[in-house]
């Protein structure tokens, strides 16, 4: 019987063949569920094969079909076919030309955009026919199926203000990053994708056994590295829809032992003596007192802070020491570095310190 998850398995295979035989490399392609694709991608970079020259495309009705270079060794795919995919010679100011756009307006159109699980989010701006904004996006991505519109996150429980503009308009899907799977609906919680590498560094940082409090946990964006990295992680969440994601984002990857989630305001958590403090929220600062008092001797504190280029770093460490001082506490600052810009003017930081 044929076996669909071994790429190298298919009905006209005698025994000794290899099913590429006399296939170009350059028309090799696996083929991976729709809802996996995303994290195929991510498998087939780290093992070497995915070809970035070529595009994602459909392959059939739940499938898509991933370039590859050679046949996957450790990536559990469908099939390995040999199929025409289109190279990325062309972007999004090309699809838009070819569906009429003057240059005046292809000016005004996105120039970044990121794919999120089977979702693309890209910010219009005052690009004309977002629509068609959308389905050149579709066109672009394959593995994707809807592309959000995003406006900005109000209120304390940052809540995204999103549209649908192409696609089928599912808002919900799982994200890969660096291992990490992240459940969430993009319509009801808030997704930074320039957050990547910080997310992906706090797993880096930490050693098994430590204890760590994530005070602003959403959907796990730092919790679920740290614990798979083996670290033991308070995390305290008050957006309901967030918390509900991050007790399944634990199941999901495998460290529902190592999270304990509470739904409330990380004020109201009681913990002391942590490794770590995680404040990755831009007004963090204004909690530094509880953050201090959960932390033990020689901890770690992250502090996250959105702050106007002309006052890096002396705000976001002055903020520090002086939540330090009113416990008669000591900092020494292991590393500054900027996330992301915030907006014109203003940067994404991070702070670490160790406070004695």
Same mark, same amino acid.
Not at 179 to 200: I, S, W
């Given at each position: 019987m044929t076996d669909p998850t071994d790429p190298t398995d298919g009905p006209d295979r005698t025994d000794g063949d290899d099913p590429t035989d006399g296939i170009e490399a350059v028309d090799l392609a696996a083929v991976v569920e729709k809802p996996r694709a995303e994290a195929a991608v991510e498998s087939l970079r780290e093992e070497g094969v995915y070809d970035d020259a070529r595009s994602v495309a459909a392959h059939d009705a739940g499938t898509v079909a991933v370039p590859v270079s050679d046949p996957p060794a450790e990536t559990d795919v469908v099939a390995v076919v040999r199929t025409d995919l289109p190279r990325r010679t062309?972007?999004?100011?090309?699809?838009?030309?070819?569906?009429?756009?003057?240059?005046?307006?292809?000016?005004?159109?996105?120039?970044?955009? #990121?794919?999120?699980?089977?979702? /693309?989010?890209?910010?219009? *701006?005052?690009?004309?026919?977002? !629509?068609?904004v959308g389905e050149a996006l579709l066109a672009l991505h394959g593995e994707a199926d809807t592309v959000l519109a995003r406006g900005g996150v109000s209120g304390p429980t940052r809540e995204p203000d999103v549209e649908v503009i192409a696609g089928e308009g599912d808002t919900e899907t799982v994200h890969t990053e660096h291992?990490?799977?992240? #459940?969430?609906?993009?319509?009801? /919680?808030?997704?930074?994708? *320039?957050?990547?590498?910080?997310? !992906?560094r706090m797993g880096e940082v930490v050693a098994g056994g430590e204890r760590v409090f994530d005070m602003f946990a959403g959907i796990g964006y730092f919790t679920l590295p740290m614990a798979r990295a083996g670290a033991d992680v308070t995390a305290a969440e008050v957006n309901p829809t967030a918390f509900r994601y991050l007790v399944e984002n634990a199941v999901l990857n495998g460290v529902e032992d190592r999270v304990s989630a509470f739904r409330a305001d990380c004020r109201d958590v009681e913990i002391e003596g942590v490794d770590r403090v995680v404040m990755g929220y831009y007004d963090a600062y204004e909690y530094l007192d509880p953050a201090l008092a959960a932390l033990g001797p020689g901890g770690v504190v992250h502090l996250h802070e959105a702050t106007p280029e002309a006052e890096l770093w002396d705000r976001p460490v002055s903020r520090l020491r002086e939540a330090a001082a009113r416990r008669d506490r000591t900092v020494e600052v292991l590393d500054r570095r900027t996330v992301k810009s915030h907006s014109p003017g203003v940067a994404h930081v991070v702070v670490d310190a160790r406070i004695g």
């Open positions: 062309r972007g999004l100011r090309d699809l838009l030309r070819e569906r009429g756009w003057e240059e005046t307006e292809i000016d005004r159109a996105p120039g970044s955009w #990121a794919v999120v699980g089977r979702v /693309v989010l890209v910010e219009v *701006g005052d690009s004309p026919r977002p !629509a068609e291992g990490t799977r992240y #459940a969430l609906d993009l319509a009801e /919680v808030t997704f930074a994708p *320039g957050n990547k590498d910080e997310r !992906a």
